[in-house]
């Protein structure tokens, strides 16, 4: 038989918080939002620029994950599974590029 425990009011949204806190460092900076936004863009901007002025098909999958892992490096909040999104369309890229040079090695 379970035996029910009587909660009080308030006392069950503490139990789901995780590990989640406001640190104060001693030794890293602070860094705000704002800064992680600037990193994140000027990291993004020669992939970018590359992808607009050269529009290729082929290097489509490869800027749109650079861009994601750019995004999961500099982002403010990110949780870990947000790698996933910069992993498929690398690994499509490489497939791209693995089945190039086997259509090389055949000429």
């Known amino acids: 038989m379970m035996m029910m425990m009587k909660m009080k009011e308030g006392e069950a949204s503490n139990t789901t ?13 602070k860094v705000d939002p704002k800064h992680t936004v600037i990193l994140t863009l000027l990291a993004m901007s020669p992939v970018l620029a590359r992808t607009w002025t050269r529009p290729d098909p082929r290097n489509f ?6 861009c994601a892992l750019v995004a999961f490096l500099f982002g403010w909040h990110v949780h870990e599974k947000a ?9 499509l890229s490489l497939i791209d590029v693995v089945v190039d040079d086997d259509d090389d090695d055949d000429d």
């Open 61 to 66: 999958a490869f800027s749109t994950g650079v």
């Open 17 to 29: 918080k995780g590990l989640v806190e406001a640190f104060v460092h001693s030794v890293l900076p």
């Open 83 to 91: 790698i996933l999104l910069a992993t498929l369309p690398l690994a």
